[in-house]
Nanobody, 119 residues
């Protein structure tokens, strides 16, 4: 199986920065797109950003210009640099990866890491 382990969440003041990391491990034949979703209290999980295996990125409008996603394919790790954080960014952030463990592709999720932005 495949595991995604996130780190880097925490409490920060409005305008501050945080960096999230997500490392994939296990039976990985091919690591395709990776990304981040978030879920705020009382709301549905929403897509935030994604990056292809080749490095192409897509961002939700709400985070464009403030968040930057990158990946290190040698380490099977994706990073999310979050700047100018706002209270509305407060949520549990989940790492997502589309992984080929052979001929089959599956989606995997991390356990989530809490990001809290105080006003």
């Amino acid at each position: 199986q495949v595991q995604l382990v996130e780190s880097g969440g925490g409490l920060v003041q409005s305008g501050g920065s945080l960096r999230l990391s997500c490392a994939a491990s296990g039976r990985i034949f091919r690591l395709n797109a990776m990304g981040w979703y978030r879920q705020a209290p009382g709301k549905q999980r929403e897509w935030v950003v994604s990056i292809s295996s080749g490095g192409s990125t897509n961002y939700a409008d709400s985070v464009k210009g403030r968040f930057t996603i990158s990946r290190d394919n040698a380490k099977n790790t994706v990073y999310l640099e979050m700047n100018n954080l706002k209270p509305e960014d407060t949520a549990v952030y989940y790492c997502h990866a589309n992984v080929g463990t052979g001929p089959i592709l599956n989606d995997y999720w991390g356990q989530g890491t809490q990001v809290t932005v105080s006003s």
